[in-house]
């Protein structure tokens, strides 16, 4: 069974930072990509980062202004998505997905072969 799974949301801060976790099960972790998506209220879902597990090349939104690191421990299946400078506008459900093709930049939602369940981020000022 794939199963992907976030963790390390909740409430947090304005200026503060957050570590978010997706752990991968039941597929070849290092033939796809994980990449993050985040929607906020009232909002579409955006794309934010992603890792090719293979080699390690990452990628990043340029509204995120340099705020965030994905990192990935492949011994572990699991990917980091850390996110400092915390804004209000940060508020969203984050979620982590799986891509086939790998990760090479921006992706639509739509071609992602696995998702998270998402989970709950939210900056108070």
């Known amino acids: 069974e794939v199963q992907l799974v976030e963790s390390g949301g909740g409430l947090m801060q304005a200026g503060g930072s957050l570590r978010l976790s997706c752990v991968a099960s039941?597929?070849?972790?290092?033939?796809?990509?994980i990449e993050w998506f985040r929607q906020a209220p009232g909002k579409e879902r955006e794309w934010i980062s992603c890792i090719h597990i293979e080699d390690g090349d990452t990628f990043y939104a340029h509204s995120l202004e340099g705020r965030a690191t994905i990192s990935s421990d492949n011994a572990k299946n699991t990917v980091y998505l850390q996110m400092d400078s915390l804004k209000p506008s940060d508020t969203a459900v984050y979620s982590c997905?799986?891509?086939?093709?790998?990760?090479?930049?921006?992706?639509?939602?739509?071609?992602?072969?696995?998702w998270g369940q998402g989970i709950q981020v939210t900056v108070s000022s």
């Open positions: 039941g597929f070849t972790f290092d033939e796809f990509g």
């Open positions: 997905a799986a891509d086939s093709w790998g990760c090479t930049g921006p992706n639509r939602a739509e071609d992602m072969d696995y």
